[in-house]
């Protein structure tokens, strides 16, 4: 719900459907959210589509009723064109109406404050807790930088560009970035707040820039620090980083050359090819072609939404 809060708190009115529980395979995690809007109009979505119509229509009567509804979906085969997850899952949603509540969340949420919100329906108490978003860091103010930039808010991450150089590292160049630091980039990691969910990709390819701050990087918990450039550059890199008292240990944590082997040569390829390693990485992700596996498509991440009960409120 948390991705929709923008718009959400731009209606005057809505109905938000949230998936609270998933058994078996879906297309869609515990906390996907889909909301309908005050003119009909909708965004999000709690499936691939295979409910989506349905919970359309639960949202709608909530929208009038203003009482929740728990509604569950699994799969049917007495009907092609019966409500169900035609992936063979089966999930629970939640619907409810706005209230001031849940805006007040909503707008924390925005704020960035981490919080825990509350929802009751048919006798079951449900939480979700909203944690400020992964920041993504990237060091180095060129072409693939905006791409990376662009491509890493889109997946969720509070990204911040930096570069020790103003002519480049301008606001206008990457529209897309959160923030645009002016500073080297060794000192603005020294200086910033970073945790065990924090990526950092370096573009840099100038060693002034890059050893320093990826000793920085590799001195840290952080869940990703990539580096761009060539075999060549990566051995010369490291070599340089051994020499600088970084231990074998923090070196096998360097994912350098960046990126998953996509054979892209843009900078929109190149990140795209950084973002699918970013990915791989978060969810565990092998970055094999589905059509070469035979494991499950969707994995069991650790749930956004959890059942609890004796839960406190928003606000108390």
């Not at 869609?28 to 359309?56: D, F, K, L």
């Not at 990087?217 to 060539?230: C, E, K, T």
């Not at 050359?257 to 970013?278: M, Q």
Request: hydrophobic share 45%; aromatic share 6%.
């Amino acid at each position: 719900m948390r991705d929709l809060a923008s718009a959400l708190l731009s209606w005057d009115r809505f109905a938000v459907a949230s998936v609270v529980a998933v058994r078996g395979s879906a297309p869609r995690p515990v906390g996907a959210a889909m909301a309908v809007g005050p003119s009909g109009e909708v965004i999000g979505s709690v499936s691939g589509g295979c409910v989506e119509a349905e919970v359309y229509d639960l949202a709608c009567q909530v929208l009038s009723t203003s009482e929740p509804v728990l509604a569950s979906f699994g799969y049917s085969d007495d009907t092609a064109f019966a409500v169900g997850l035609t992936c063979g899952g089966s999930l629970d949603v939640l619907v409810q109406r706005d209230s001031p509540a849940l805006r007040a969340a909503l707008s924390a949420s925005v704020a960035g404050h981490p919080l825990s919100v509350r929802f009751e329906a048919e006798g079951r108490v449900f939480t979700e807790s909203w944690m400020p978003p992964p920041r993504l860091l990237v060091f180095g103010a060129i072409d693939h930088a905006a791409a990376v930039a662009e491509i890493g808010h889109f997946l969720g991450y509070h990204v911040t560009v930096c570069d020790a150089r103003p002519v480049f590292a301008t606001a206008e160049r990457f529209p897309a970035a959160h923030s645009v630091v002016v500073d080297w980039p060794h000192r603005y990691l020294a200086s910033t707040r970073t945790d065990d969910s924090t990526a950092v990709v370096v573009l840099t390819h100038d060693p002034k820039f890059d050893i320093p701050v990826l000793v920085e990087a590799l001195s840290r918990p952080l869940a990703f620090v990539g580096a761009l450039g060539s075999r060549r550059t990566h051995l010369e890199r490291l070599g340089r980083l051994r020499e600088a008292g970084v231990t074998e240990a923090a070196l096998a944590r360097l994912r350098s050359p960046v990126g998953l082997d996509l054979g892209g040569r843009t900078p929109a390829e190149t990140a795209v090819s950084i973002a699918a390693e970013l990915v791989a990485l978060r969810h565990g992700g092998t970055g094999l072609p589905l059509s070469d596996l035979t494991t499950a498509i969707h994995r069991s991440p650790a749930p956004f939404l959890l059942t609890q009960r004796n839960c406190l409120p928003i606000g108390s």
